[in-house]
């Protein structure tokens, strides 16, 4: 069997008495971009402070490429890379003395560095700018040279905290192309911690955290799937009440979400109407739809996620999507 790129096993973190981790357990295979999906404060950084080697767990053991984080953290720096929220460019280098300097500090030199740093800036799309100082460059071009610094040293394992926060759509695409790009050229394993569904949704395979443990792990259709074609919600003012008739009365299996009761059941639309007919008074609103990654978060976490909070609370019910 391959080594996988990460193997996390029995990941619990503490802060002082702060419980930042789980008991999590996960395995990311070479090659793949995988995301942990979570809301602000689920654990995130933390998994990618230990993955990058800059504190040790309080319990279980991380590994990349099946060396030990904690007892080999030298050689494991050497297989990553890391781009974070806030970029690790000088602003006032141009973009290829930026590249070059970090290349240098990678023990890159001479025609290696350039043609590595050449190699990069065609692929990403940034070589028109390559003697633009960083600070005159747009937050998405800024974002792609980040990246391209991230990947100087050839990382088998390339971290990606939220790493495109506050760009704009057409600029997150670009960023994701350009990513997907370097992943098949170069066979890089990408992991990625993000609180955005759609960007969760275009991983190979995503992991969701909800306050410090991963409550489910699969490719994002997979886990669609699991929630059935299609799922019932239900708005209502007792949503306890409301499931606790709904199971008894129709003996199926039902979920509380915030507000709403969540059921999956074999003919929805059929079922709606009989529904209405038995406890019609008790809902507020209800929607059919087939299930997104939004509900995949809510049925396993039992809450909305707080950034997409107004969404999918207007989804819910049933109001118009403002994407
Ligand atoms: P964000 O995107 O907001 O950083 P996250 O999912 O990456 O969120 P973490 O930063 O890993 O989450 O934080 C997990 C929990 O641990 C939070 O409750 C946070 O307040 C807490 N925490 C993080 N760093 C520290 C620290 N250095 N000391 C104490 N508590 C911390």
Redesign the pocket.
Known sequence: MQTPAVDIEGVT?R??G????RDVSLQVPPGMLYG?L????????????ILATLMPPSEGRAQVFGLDTTQEPDTVRQRLGAVF?AEALDENLTVRENLRFQASLYGLHGADRRNRVDALLTRLNVADRAGQAVSSLSGGLRRRVDLARGLLHRPDLLLL??PTSGLDPAARRTFWAAARRLQEAEGTTLLL?T?LMDEAARCDRVGI?SN?ALVTDGAPDALKAELGNETLWLDTESPAALSDRVEAQFGVSTQIVGSTVQVAPSDPPAFLSALYEAVGDRIRSATIRTPTLEDVFMVHAGTVPDSDQERVLAQVTGAQDQD
Do not use: C, I, W
């Open positions: 973190h802060y002082g702060h419980v930042a981790l942990l979570g809301p602000n404060g689920s654990g995130k950084t933390t998994l990618f402070r929220q905290d939220e911690a609180h955290l410090g």
